[in-house]
């Protein structure tokens, strides 16, 4: 008897190349750090972001770092995302200062706690990376 693939084996192996490729060791701790409390949920994190979101034609990986940086800056509750994806904007070739200014644009709309928190996480991360 042939078994059949499960179908979203394909967001899956998509998902995780994906996120090697943007978010590199540190979208992995994510994954593996969840697997003790929520293996499911972490296959959905993989399939769904990254399987099915970043992978979509619409917009360079550059373009997408760049929203998610604004969204979790504007959000102002995700610091531990917004290191990881300010991380990963470095990754898919962001400059220090295009970070810089997306989180800076955030206090127009957020407000400045919200941008404060921003730059002193990029603070953290840019110091991580020595940049």
Do not use: C, W
Not at 90 to 113: C, H, K
């Amino acid at each position: 008897m042939t078994q059949m693939s499960n179908p979203d084996d394909s967001r899956f192996e998509k998902g995780r190349e994906a996120l090697a490729r943007i978010d590199g060791e540190a979208g992995q701790k994510v994954v593996d750090a969840l697997k003790d409390i929520a293996p499911d949920f972490a296959r959905l994190l993989i399939e769904f972001p990254f399987g099915d979101i970043y992978t979509r034609p619409g917009l360079d990986l550059r373009s997408r770092e760049v929203a998610t940086i604004a969204a979790l800056t504007a959000l102002g509750t995700a610091a531990p995302q917004l290191k990881v994806h300010i991380a990963a904007g470095l990754n898919v070739g962001l400059s220090r200062e295009e970070i810089v200014e997306t989180i800076m644009q955030m206090a127009v709309y957020a407000g400045f706690p919200a941008a404060l928190n921003g730059l002193f996480v990029a603070k953290e991360v840019f110091a991580a990376r020595g940049v």
